[in-house]
């Protein structure tokens, strides 16, 4: 079982930079494709993007050039670098884990997929 915990959210303005961590218990972080969701109230979980156990990334099309998704297995941690934020952007910011167990290519990109969820962290980004 893994325990996810996202951290670095805040207020930022437009413009602005964010990077958010999330933080998995266990020693089997590896072992899992890591994806990042968000949503925002009345809305449906949106894919912000995900990362192979073997390190390849995807993103939802809209974010690709703004976000970063990367991993350090070394500190069982997945990070998102956010840059040139926008309004649209605030929302509550989830990571996700699925466990795979060996060395791969694929992302998963739909969240009924992923395993485990961290609580979210929340993004705001001021006009």
């Known amino acids: 079982q893994v325990q996810l915990v996202e951290s670095g959210g805040g207020l930022v303005q437009a413009g602005g930079s964010l990077r958010l961590s999330c933080a998995a218990s266990?020693?089997?972080?590896?072992?899992?494709?890591m994806g990042w969701f968000r949503q925002t109230p009345g809305k449906q979980r949106e894919l912000v993007g995900s990362?192979?156990?073997?390190?390849?990334?995807d993103y939802a099309d809209r974010l690709k050039g703004r976000f970063t998704i990367s991993r350090d297995n070394a500190k069982n941690t997945l990070y998102l670098q956010m840059n040139s934020l926008n309004p649209e952007d605030t929302a509550v910011y989830y990571c996700a884990a699925k466990l795979v167990g060996y060395y791969s290519t694929r992302t998963y990109r739909t969240a009924n997929v992923y395993d485990y969820w961290g609580q979210g962290t929340e993004v705001t980004v001021s006009t």
């Open positions: 266990g020693r089997t972080f590896g072992n899992y494709a």
């Open positions: 990362i192979s156990t073997g390190g390849s990334t």
